[in-house]
């Protein structure tokens, strides 16, 4: 079991930035890929980013490609994701997940493990 908790979410302006973390607790944290997703009213949680257990590899979704990036500390059980060049497409509540598997952490059900989300909001 690992248990995810989210901060740093807010509201912003369009063009501003927010940092989100994700802490982690529980089992070893670099055994787990970890991965951000987002949901916004009336859609699905869909993909925005993840990352390797060592840190080496990453993988975006084409809408955040260039503003966000991912990246953990395992010495400290965190991972972050630094958020650029926000737009109001971004608003919503963001999520870390943590995967015990090999798989390519695009998906959702790639995920065993979910925080309870943290809400951004970008205003026009």
């Known amino acids: 079991q690992v248990q995810l908790v989210e901060s740093g979410g807010g509201l912003v302006q369009a063009g501003g930035s927010l940092r989100l973390s994700c802490a982690a607790s529980?089992?070893?944290?670099?055994?787990?890929?970890t991965g951000w997703f987002r949901q916004a009213p009336g859609k699905e949680r869909e993909f925005v980013a993840t990352?390797?257990?060592?840190?080496?590899?990453?993988d975006y979704a084409d809408s955040v490609k260039g503003r966000f990036t991912i990246s953990r500390d395992n010495a400290k059980n965190t991972v972050y994701l630094q958020m650029n060049s926000l737009n109001p497409e971004d608003t919503a509540v963001y999520y870390c997940?943590?995967?015990?598997?090999?798989?390519?952490?695009?998906?959702?059900?790639?995920?065993?493990?979910w925080g309870q989300g943290t809400q951004v909001t970008v205003s026009s």
């Open positions: 997940a943590a995967a015990n598997i090999y798989a390519s952490g695009r998906h959702v059900y790639d995920y065993g493990y």
């Open positions: 529980g089992r070893t944290f670099s055994n787990y890929r």
């Open positions: 990352i390797s257990r060592g840190g080496s590899s990453t």
